[in-house]
């Protein structure tokens, strides 16, 4: 009695790490098949098992990826390319997380990203790269871009993006020419862009009419032209810390729109408090010149 006792306590046991997973509709041979292909320098929870953890293990590459992964965790390693064939498997990702590697564009394989059609969060701060990876997935909700080296942005890489939501470019060596009408075209339901400790002198044109949430701290802006918000009735978030503004610069009412709550000018060289919409909840002005 006590052996099948003991027999029927392992099989409730496993059934309670089944069980979970079974309801998340992952059938048990899928279930099996995941966890056996679980790379040997990866950790796959069998609770988790859409989930592959790959994180801080000083990997040079990316090991083969089991078929049924939903949650790729290869960020703080070593990785210098975004290899096709190690994620041949990997066309169910919703989720990549590659920050902290060494990524240059050349090691992005071609049509490596463009496989993944449900990838919605791609996350690659922190990386080599020059330019914004091209042949995106039409899926993509998120792509974090942060703390790399780009420069360019290629024509049309946003187009067939209709639910791209938040474009994170911050700190990176874009200027002028490289945020344009054409380079930004597609971005239709774009909500927050973070353009922060970039290169640009001027505002950026081609923004979408969606923008709510737009970031330009630690640029080197000097002026506004005049009307330049028209062109986007949402915008509710509008930081522009750390840049050269002068009050000859900010036209009297640009800022006079009643979608803004936030408006952030510090660090700047404004000599007077610009007219500001009755809505607005935050104001930022310290570090300027203000006189009156």
């Excluded at 874009?174 to 930004?184: G, K, P």
């Excluded at 802006?221 to 610069?249: C, M, Q």
Aim: charged share 15%.
């Amino acid at each position: 009695l006590g052996s099948e006792m003991a027999l029927l306590l392992s099989l409730l046991c496993i059934l309670c790490l089944v069980g979970p997973v079974l309801g998340q509709d992952m059938p048990y041979e899928e279930y099996m098949a995941q966890i056996q292909a679980c790379p040997k320098e990866c950790s796959c929870p069998p609770n988790f098992p859409r989930a592959v953890y790959c994180d801080n293990k000083g990997l040079k590459s990316i090991p083969k990826i089991p078929p049924y992964t939903w949650y790729l965790y290869l960020q703080n390693n070593l990785i210098e390319v975004l290899s096709a064939d190690a994620l041949r498997n990997a066309t169910s990702l919703r989720w990549l997380n590659i920050n902290r590697n060494k990524i240059t564009s050349e090691g992005v394989e071609e049509g490596v990203l463009n496989a993944m059609s449900h990838l919605a969060h791609l996350y690659m701060d922190d990386n080599l790269l020059s330019s914004v990876p091209s042949t995106l997935p039409a899926s993509l909700e998120h792509l974090r871009l942060s703390r790399n080296r780009i420069s360019k942005i290629p024509a049309g890489v946003f187009i067939g993006l209709d639910k791209l939501n938040l474009l994170d470019l911050q700190g990176n060596k874009l200027m002028d020419d490289a945020v344009t009408e054409v380079s930004l075209k597609g971005l239709n339901n774009l909500v927050q862009i973070n353009l922060a400790k970039n290169q640009l002198s001027s505002m950026p044109l081609g923004l979408p009419p969606t923008t709510t949430q737009l970031f330009l701290d630690g640029n080197n802006i000097e002026k506004i032209p005049a009307g330049y918000f028209k062109g986007l009735p949402k915008v509710a978030f509008l930081r522009l810390n750390h840049n050269k503004l002068g009050s000859s610069g900010v036209p009297k009412n640009v800022f006079n729109i009643s979608s803004i709550l936030d408006l952030q000018l510090s660090h700047n060289q404004l000599t007077e408090v610009p007219l500001i919409p009755s809505g607005l909840e935050h104001l930022h002005l310290d570090h300027n010149n203000i006189k009156s």
